[in-house]
């Protein structure tokens, strides 16, 4: 049967896909680009693309944080119920009041779930918005000495396939974590160590960082979210290691090091001087 990926062009849901069609597994890449189209801005686009399938990964754009989430998943998952899928697996966030409310939803169905619940992924650093920052080589953001125990996004995609494909995971609420805390000083530093170049870490006032966002372009929607991470669910309250990776594959979540390590690449960019 088709395995249905949302968000399949995402950090975490284009790494699933890709695992699963490696498996052998039918997949249906669900995005605004795939056949047939999906928008979570687009309600009628949502019954077409669960059709036929029997089972489906919610990644929901841009966060569970957002408004209109929890509604959203609240009608993806009765049609899914109504399209005959059995098993759902949910990404949610660690400390978000709404991502919690999306997981009741889903746990209250009539579908076998599995909840992925995860801090902050190692690759907004290599992949996401933090990219930037770090090939010019210095990182400006309000997160102070918080600390935060970054999960790798290739751990989260091992334990959703392991969730879709394989028994003994349904019903479980996995916290998805890495192995230590870490500040996004300390973040930062370690690349600067695998990278060898000269990485530079300023935090400063939230409402200056939001400021300079919205002064920038950023959308009104995107800057409240950027608000919120950094003035709520950065406040101390996820300083803690989950143990989600060992529980459901029955190995070590990967370390940062090691990530900054493997992905030296990335920002190697500006790593030579311009001639």
Not at 78 to 90: C, F, K, T
Not at 219 to 233: A, I, K, N, S
Request: net charge negative; aromatic share 8%.
């Amino acid at each position: 049967m088709t395995t249905l990926v949302l968000g399949a062009n995402g950090k975490t849901g284009r790494r699933v896909a890709d695992r699963l069609t490696a498996r052998g597994v039918p997949v249906r890449r669900g995005s605004r680009s795939g056949t047939p189209a999906f928008d979570w801005a687009a309600p009628a686009t949502w019954a077409p693309v669960l059709a036929g399938t029997d089972a489906v990964y919610v990644s929901y754009y841009p966060d569970l944080a957002v408004p209109g989430a929890v509604a959203a998943v609240r009608e993806l998952t009765s049609l899914a119920e109504q399209a005959g899928v059995r098993r759902l697996v949910l990404l949610s966030g660690r400390g978000e009041a709404e991502a919690q409310a999306a997981e009741d939803v889903v746990r209250e169905g009539g579908l076998d779930w599995t909840v992925v619940r995860c801090s902050w992924f190692n690759q907004n650093f290599s992949e996401g918005y933090l990219l930037d920052p770090l090939l010019g080589g210095h990182v400006v953001l309000p997160a102070g000495a918080v600390t935060e125990p970054f999960v790798d996004v290739d751990d989260i995609a091992d334990v959703a396939v392991a969730a879709l494909t394989e028994p003994g995971h349904d019903g479980k609420t996995y916290e998805m974590t890495g192995p230590r805390l870490l500040t996004f000083a300390d973040a930062v530093a370690e690349i600067a160590e695998a990278t060898g170049r000269p990485l530079t870490y300023e935090p400063v006032d939230l409402d200056a960082y939001v400021e300079a966002a919205a002064a920038h372009g950023e959308p009104e929607d995107v800057v409240g979210l950027m608000r919120y991470l950094f003035g709520e669910v950065l406040d101390g309250r996820n300083a803690w290691v989950g143990d989600g990776v060992e529980q459901a594959l029955g190995r070590p979540a990967k370390d940062f090091t090691a990530f900054a390590r493997d992905n030296r690449a990335a920002w190697q960019a500006a790593a030579q001087p311009a001639r």
